[in-house]
Nanobody, 129 residues
């Protein structure tokens, strides 16, 4: 129903920057929020940032707050993640997901991977020390 494609990953030195993009296609009318998650080897998929589709409210994991910025383009059904001051701990596969249910209370956002409905294939981000 929904297809997602991430791009923009790569290899960067600590302190550098990358910008990830995610394009959605298909049945996207019911999208309430889109988010970035990341997954390192041996770890579960971890919430990074989310943005509501209507108002553009943003939410960030504490580990990336102040360094990463999520943005959206509603007309293009796409989101981006600007990553600055990258650290080796940011190394992971970054995934884009869509949420068609949304949080039960306004002002909140889903932060668990299983609360999202569709996923892209992921893009690798590697930060060297």
């Amino acid at each position: 129903q929904v297809q997602l494609v991430e791009s923009g990953g790569g290899l960067v030195q600590a302190g550098g920057s990358l910008r990830l993009s995610c394009a959605a296609s298909g049945r996207t009318r019911n999208t309430l929020a889109m988010a970035w998650f990341r997954q390192a080897p041996g770890k579960e998929r971890e919430f990074v940032a989310a943005i509501s589709w209507s108002l553009g409210n943003t939410h960030y994991a504490d580990s990336v707050k102040g360094r990463f910025t999520i943005s959206r383009d509603n007309l293009k059904n796409s989101i981006s993640l600007q990553m600055n001051s990258l650290k080796p701990g940011d190394t992971a596969v970054y995934y884009c997901g869509t949420d068609t249910q949304g949080a039960l209370q306004v002002g909140f956002v889903h932060r668990e991977w299983y609360e999202y409905d569709y996923w892209g294939q992921g893009t690798q981000v590697t930060v060297s020390s």
